[in-house]
DNA sequence: AGATTTTTATTGTCAGACAATGTTTAATGT
DNA sequence: ACATTAAACATTGTCTGACAATAAAAATCT
């Protein structure tokens, strides 16, 4: 019995097939923000019924990168300057307790140590090369290696739906200005005070660096800002 | 035309319907952690069909309130002591954020001061009643109003979320141990803190709080918590 | 008993229909 | 012409029924 594959897709399940893409598509800023998602167009977009759309979209409102409005749809969701200011303000504290803990760990944790020099090297490597994706990609990296290293399951998962809305944002600042050097010398500051030992000042540096990556992205224009709500 | 109403429930929209029965019951403890969540049983336990049920599923998934094993369902999340403590680490950065925040707001809103020792006063009132489910609303109100004295709005969603896991276990704690004067004495202090207008006092004393919250909890025996995973 | 196949239960997906609601357009009254 | 109201339209919300895909349980064979 060698049919052919019918129409329930067998490759991937549909629901996930439709929460991947539109998780794709609105962080890499394909949707733009403020943009209306309509069922109709997404079933056609993506070829899977509308059962899987709806759960992908009521997931991705519970992870607040659309908003809804109800019998009107999904629009993706937009960061006004004080939501952004609020993020980071969070971020800050959150990223000051991995590095803090991150530290307690490494001092008997070699491979860690190691691993974290790597990702430091690598991403230093990448400076030279222009190409800005991946250059996130790896401070991506960077950033998710510490997380892990700080051994709090729950921190890496509220990290990433805290910075989902604002990828976007640090994108288009690192494309229209070249910040990449400041940002070397950020992770180079944090990653070393963090291998010293010293919880306090890890901690701190890594405030330091948060602060700083929140008001060079608070000098993007206006138009990048949701200004009416 | 005053025909029955039919079969589309028109007092709420079901999907929320469904939602919140279900959180309700999570949170409740009406569905022990571990419990497996059908369909059909839904189905026919809250009248709605399978598509707003689905959906509200999805929407507990993102908030992890729920976990999906594919094509076996969805079971009530279960903390292990470590998540636990993960979340209360969590939890204290950003409530110490919270109140240092406050402190700042209140130096120049009375309204908010007079509305913050009134909450205080009538947590002290409740104190005496023996009622813990009503005491325990009354703290949740107490925390929610610091949190929008705080001016972060993405905040109290943060706080809500890492909290929900870990009410049913904050509710057992205080039902079977009295632990409320002790709690009583921490807001107190808190309160009285913020509103002396010293912001890193604010933080540390909210700290304190929130880890010795976090150590009374972790006092709970094993068979509160999930073991395996 | 242990491995292999069949059965069964449940989730995953699709399609079509209609209800409920919000938006736009047309009709109406002044 | 203008504002108000009513009809038409578009889109989401819900239900139903059917079937596919998968995992767990039961039955079968060696």
């Given at each position: 019995m060698h049919q052919e594959t019918r129409k329930p897709n067998a490759?991937?399940?549909?629901?996930?097939?439709?929460?991947?893409?539109?998780?794709?598509?609105?962080?890499?800023?394909?949707?733009?923000?403020?943009?209306?998602?309509r069922e109709a167009d997404l079933i056609s977009e993506l070829s899977v019924s509308r059962g899987p759309i709806r759960e992908a979209l009521r997931r991705l409102e519970a992870e607040s990168l659309i908003r809804a409005?109800?019998?009107?749809?999904?629009?993706?969701?937009?960061?006004?300057r004080e939501e952004l200011s609020n993020t980071y303000d969070l971020l800050e504290v959150i990223g000051g307790l991995c590095a803090r803990r991150a530290t307690e760990v490494l001092h008997h944790d070699k491979a860690g140590r190691v691993a974290l020099k790597?990702?430091?090297?690598?991403?230093?490597?990448?400076?030279?090369?222009?190409?800005i994706m991946?250059?996130?990609?790896?401070?991506s990296r960077w950033r998710e290696l510490l997380e892990s290293l700080s051994r709090n399951q729950i921190l890496p998962g509220v990290v990433a739906q805290l910075r989902r809305p604002l990828v976007q944002l640090q994108i288009r600042l690192m494309i229209r200005q070249r910040f990449?050097?400041?940002m070397i010398a950020d992770y180079e500051k944090v990653t070393k005070t963090v291998l010293a030992g010293n919880p306090k000042k890890a901690e701190e540096a890594m405030r330091d660096h948060i602060r700083r990556a929140a008001n060079l992205i608070a000098t993007l224009p206006d138009n990048d800002f949701n200004t009416r709500a």
């Open positions: 490759d991937r399940p549909a629901n996930e097939l439709a929460y991947g893409a539109l998780v794709e598509s609105i962080i890499s800023g394909r949707y733009a923000p403020g943009q209306r998602l409005e109800p019998h009107r749809g999904y629009v993706v969701r937009w960061l006004s790597a990702a430091l090297t690598e991403l230093k490597a990448l400076s030279k090369d222009a190409d991946t250059f996130v990609e790896a401070s990449v050097p400041e």
